[in-house]
């Protein structure tokens, strides 16, 4: 706990690869060589062509992960705007604006959540804009500690972002937006909470423009990522890059399942924890959700990874349509947020369903098509302790 | 997932069960079981795991299946017992003992879960494992008592989160851990809780009497260096390999050097292009027989390097697909890979020893492998 308390850590850039003069030592090469009757990389299938790989990693970044970030930035931005008309003017039709636009910011968010590259390791922004999970209510005692505290100095934008990564993203703009005591934003005048929304919302906007803005960066990661070879320094060769973007609708839907499907859920109502589901104080867990899983649906349509792997394994692909299209169908079918569907026995039927079927979609995504995609088995690399 | 008393009872496996090798051992192949040279745990062709005994041509002489995947081991000569520990999130260990044909499942404490990595006392008595007790997500040593089925006797605080590996100093008195900084719980899987705030430190500990006797960390920059995997070189220097949480772009120093004699621990500089090959992550870290080469792989970076435990610099790099898992072997190393391969490492060259499955057939070797 001492450390969450302590100011968020400044990233520091410790020494950028791509300065780097990328020279292979010859005592890397030489035995390089050596080995290489000893070791062919394990692979189920032919491996997918280079200029079919290159095509994966440009068309997921042309087409899901620049309009997606464009996307959340753009909504961040209309976030903080309602929000601030809000503090000039509470009302209850400008709360209802700001919560709008807090839900499609977090739509936007849900959409690119999973993708966790580059732009979004620099700087903490993935935890930021979403501190999850959050097994032990941090953001809750953080948000309330701040709201007693009414520290002016925390309500600007340096304030911010130096505080508790608790503070900074969506959770804490969802509690101050809907928790205990929401209700007096409507009513002027505006006060601490919506000053302190105010700046959390600031402060999320400013992340998303910026993580944006790097995907675009014509010299930065996205660059790295379309011009593997040997001279660059993170990927080596075509598959190295395009298994960053092949992998991402797999460890997606396990980090879903095991962050916030499985704690809330439980092994029965009796066990369920609806206070560990996401976004339950704004209602909008299921729909961030649903978000999440169209987004890596949509990630793997774009990017053509589905295609390929029709192409490759057409019952597998067919397999993971109908799985996508049933889990939507679980999702719509809850009655009531996940959470409390899950604690009541007459409610809990979908949400068994729910879990199974992305037990299901795991197994597909992640265990099955990397083979079928003739990708490299690394159980070491892509697994390890 | 929350250990059952059923889970708790410690319970003996029925001694050379395992003789049957699951279609791992050649086919045709009915000479007598070679003397078992190297431990690793394994990934197995019916999606099972297990502990693979193997002889110095790479033959697998034996095969114990284990419960979920395993990850590291403790060994004792002497006694001739072997303990292979569950990866994190696990709770079971195996005891094997090589000689008699003995095996002997048991498990850690409720609320404890293993990191996978382990050591004896220097007379064989005591067993301390690396344990997370993760309700207050505490990093803990737990100790168990080898003359009485490894009951485990209490515990020793390790003053960091998430204690990954352990070693011995010189004399067998003090250890030396690694706290990785990374919190986890297991009902979250595998998730890691605590990356913008992990703090990783190295301490010494006096087996003892449970203190820590020293604890230093890298400065605040590398914070997001996970230190994780350890060896103690001949000299009595540990030497900790990292694994960077941080930025992707970033290339901060893998390796690290603790000198129990200042208490201090420091950065070891990698040649840029070495560096950048590791892809940030070191899997593990093993000093020779001798104690005057330490090997450190890289599984991300395909990558095993042999260094100058004097000098702190790099003799020589071997490209080996997904390498992993490292022991001594006379002068240098075994090498495993994920992809069946085993590799002998000189200072001056390797040698492929065994590639034991075709490609996409198993064993993959995991994480660890150890000399016996």
Redo the contacts between chains.
């Keep these: 706990m001492k ?2 308390l ?1 100011p ?2 400044r ?8 300065l ?6 010859p ?2 090469l030489v ?2 060589v ?2 290489l ?8 299938a032919d491996p997918l062509p280079d200029d079919s790989l290159r095509a994966i990693v440009a068309d997921a970044l042309e087409h899901a992960i620049r309009p997606g970030f464009d996307n959340l930035a753009r909504s961040a931005g209309v976030l903080e705007v309602t929000t601030g008309a809000l503090c000039a003017a509470p009302s209850a039709a400008s709360l209802d604006a700001a919560r709008t636009a807090f839900a499609e910011t977090l739509q936007a968010w849900s959409a690119v959540e999973y993708i966790r ?2 732009p979004m ?4 922004r993935a ?2 804009l979403y501190f999850w ?1 959050d ?1 032990k209510s941090i953001t809750l005692r953080h948000v309330q500690a701040a709201l007693a505290k009414a520290d002016p100095g925390l309500v600007t934008r340096e304030g911010m972002a130096d505080a508790s ?1 608790a503070l900074q993203g969506l959770p804490a703009l969802e509690f101050l937006f809907y928790g205990s005591g929401a209700e007096s934003l409507a009513t002027g005048p505006a006060g601490y909470r919506c000053a302190f929304a105010a700046a959390v919302a600031g402060n999320i906007a400013a992340i998303a423009g910026a993580a944006a803005a790097d995907w675009h960066d014509p010299e930065g ?1 996205a660059a ?1 990522l379309l011009a593997p070879g040997p001279d660059n ?2 990927f080596r060769d075509a598959e190295e890059a395009a298994v960053r973007i092949t992998d991402i609708p797999g460890t997606g839907l ?2 879903l ?3 916030k499907l ?2 809330a859920i439980g092994s029965g109502p009796a066990d369920a924890r609806p206070n560990l589901a996401p976004f339950r104080r704004s209602g909008l867990t299921n729909m961030a959700l649903r978000a999440n899983l169209k987004g890596l649906q949509g990630l793997a349509d774009r990017a053509g990874i589905a295609a390929a792997t029709r192409d490759r394994a057409p019952a597998l692909q067919d397999g993971v349509d109908i799985v996508y299209r049933n889990t939507f169908a679980a999702l719509e079918s809850l009655a009531g947020p996940l959470g409390e569907a899950a604690a009541d026995p007459a409610r809990r039927g979908p949400v068994n369903y729910l879990a199974l079927l992305t037990d299901r979609l795991r197994n597909l995504l992640q265990d099955q098509m990397p ?1 079928a995609l003739g990708m ?7 697994d ?2 | 997932m929350p250990m059952t008393a059923t889970d708790r009872r410690h319970f003996l496996l029925a001694a050379g069960a395992s003789a049957a090798l699951a279609g791992l051992s050649r086919p045709g192949r009915a000479a007598p079981a070679p003397a078992p040279r190297f431990a690793v745990t394994a ?1 197995t062709a019916d999606r099972g795991y297990a502990l693979c005994l193997l002889d110095a041509e790479g033959r697998i002489g034996r095969q114990e299946a284990l419960p979920g995947r395993g ?1 590291g081991f403790a060994w004792h000569g002497a006694s001739g017992r072997l303990v292979a520990f569950a ?2 999130p696990g709770t079971f260990a195996v005891m094997l003992a090589p000689g008699d044909g003995t095996a002997l499942r048991f498990a850690c404490a409720p609320g404890r879960h293993f990191y ?1 990595h382990g050591l004896f006392s220097a007379d064989g008595r005591l067993l301390y494992a690396c344990e997370n007790a993760y309700e207050t997500a505490t990093g803990v040593i737990g100790v168990y008592d080898a003359a009485a089925g490894f009951a485990r006797l209490g515990e020793i605080e390790t003053n960091g989160i998430g204690p990954h590996q352990v070693d011995w100093l010189p004399g067998g008195r003090t250890m030396v851990v690694a706290n990785g900084g990374i919190e986890t ?1 297991p ?5 890691k ?7 990783p430190s190295v301490a010494l500990l006096d087996a003892a009497g449970g203190r820590i006797l020293a604890q230093d960390a890298l400065p ?4 997001r260096l996970s230190l ?1 995997h350890l060896a103690v070189d001949g000299r009595g220097i540990a030497w900790i390999g990292g694994q960077y949480e ?7 120093p893998l390796l690290a050097r603790f000198d129990p004699a200042g208490g201090r621990l420091s950065s070891l500089a990698m ?4 560096a ?2 590791y ?1 940030n ?1 070191i ?1 593990s870290v093993t000093a020779s027989a001798d104690g005057r080469l330490i090997a450190t792989s890289g ?2 970076g ?2 095993a390097t042999l260094w100058d435990a004097a000098t702190g610099q ?1 003799l ?9 898992g490292l022991a001594a072997w006379g002068a240098g190393f075994l090498a495993t ?5 085993l ?1 002998r490492l000189a200072a001056g ?2 040698t ?1 020893i065994a ?1 034991l499955a075709p ?2 057939r198993t064993p ?4 660890h492998a150890l000399a016996l």
């Design positions: 450390a969450l302590a968020f850590l990233p520091v850039v410790l020494l950028p690869v791509v780097l003069p990328v020279v292979l030592l005592m890397v035995p390089m050596l080995l009757g000893a070791a062919q990389p394990a692979r189920a590259l580059g390791t620099d700087a903490n935890d930021r999970p097994r990564i990661f790295l320094p993170l396990h980090a399942r095991d962050q499985l704690p083979g490299k088995v690394m159980f070491n690399a892509y390890g302790d | 990934a990850h990866r994190r996978g719980h009902d979250y899987g595998r998730t809780l605590n990356i913008a705030t992990m703090e605040p920059a590398l914070h994780r941080g930025p992707q772009t970033d290339l901060p040649p840029p292009a070495l950048g090959r892809r992550y899997g599984p991300r395909s990558l790099p020589a790099s071997h490209a080996i697909e997904d390498v992993c890979g994920g992809t069946g391969d590799v060259g390797a492929p590639r490609p996409g993959r070797w995991d994480n």
